[in-house]
T-cell receptor, first 115, second 115 residues
Framework: DVKVTQSSRYLVKRTGEKVFLECVQD?????MFWYRQDPGLGLRLIYF???????EKGDIPEGYSVSREKKERFSLILESASTNQTSMYLC??????????????FGNGTRLTVT | KQEVTQIPAALSVPEGENLVLNCSFT??????LQWFRQDPGKGLTSLLL?????REQTSGRLNASLDKSSGRSTLYIAASQPGDSATYLC??????????????FGAGTQVVVTP
């Protein structure tokens, strides 16, 4: 069974702090994603990666960066946290091969509050 | 850009009734459609994936149909149970050429099944 693990369930940070959200998957998936989920706005794609050291912007990349140094790990970085980045952050992964038939696997989410 | 709508936004039924959840999308050139379940404060769990060549997919009490030409999918849950209480989301690739995790999500249908 695929497991996507997000290191923190809840985080509280101060405005201006640099924040790291970590995600690890154990199924050797090539593609990994960071979404954020907000009431009334649904899920929106921040960044994704289709290979080690490869990344592409999603729909709302402003204020975020990512790092993928190893295949199993995909980190989301908030360079200088702001209150409008308070949200639920969801990491997901999917294999590259046979992706038409493969569901997206999500982690349990990290609820980030920026004060 | 692909837009996904889910109706109704919320649904409350007594235990034992069948559930019917609707999803519509604006661009019919999709490769697949996925249904997810989300429990409060948790990540998303994949329920069913329907490929574009399929008309329906079944898993236990769940059945999802897909009508690409009309841009609609329906999730049926037979003989509902209190444990089915959750938010159900549908998702399709963001554009006709995207099929590997870059998804456009509906806002979800919040379901409550009362004992």
């Amino acid at each position: 069974d695929v497991k996507v693990t997000q290191s923190s369930r809840y985080l509280v940070k101060r405005t201006g702090e640099k924040v790291f959200l970590e995600c690890v998957q154990d199924m050797d998936h090539e593609n990994m994603f960071w979404y954020r989920q907000d009431p009334g706005l649904g899920l929106r794609l921040i960044y994704f990666s289709y290979d080690v050291k490869m990344k592409e912007k999603g729909d709302i990349p402003e204020g975020y960066s990512v790092s993928r140094e190893k295949k199993e790990r995909f980190s989301l970085i908030l360079e200088s946290a702001s209150t409008n980045q308070t949200s639920m952050y969801l990491c997901a992964s999917i294999p590259l091969g046979n992706s038409y038939n493969s569901p997206l696997h999500f982690g349990n989410g990290t609820r980030l509050t920026v004060t | 850009k692909q837009e996904v709508t889910q109706i109704p936004a919320a649904l409350s039924v007594p235990e034992g009734e069948n559930l019917v959840l609707n999803c519509s999308f604006t661009d019919s050139a999709i490769y697949n459609l996925q249904w997810f379940r989300q429990d409060p404060g948790k990540g998303l769990t994949s329920l069913l994936l329907i490929q574009s060549s399929q008309r329906e997919q079944t898993s236990g009490r769940l059945n999802a149909s897909l009508d690409k030409s009309s841009g609609r999918s329906t999730l049926y849950i037979a003989a509902s149970q209190p444990g089915d209480s959750a938010t159900y989301l549908c998702a399709v690739p963001s554009s006709p050429t995207d099929s590997w995790g870059k998804l456009q999500f509906g806002a979800g249908t919040q379901v409550v099944v009362t004992p």
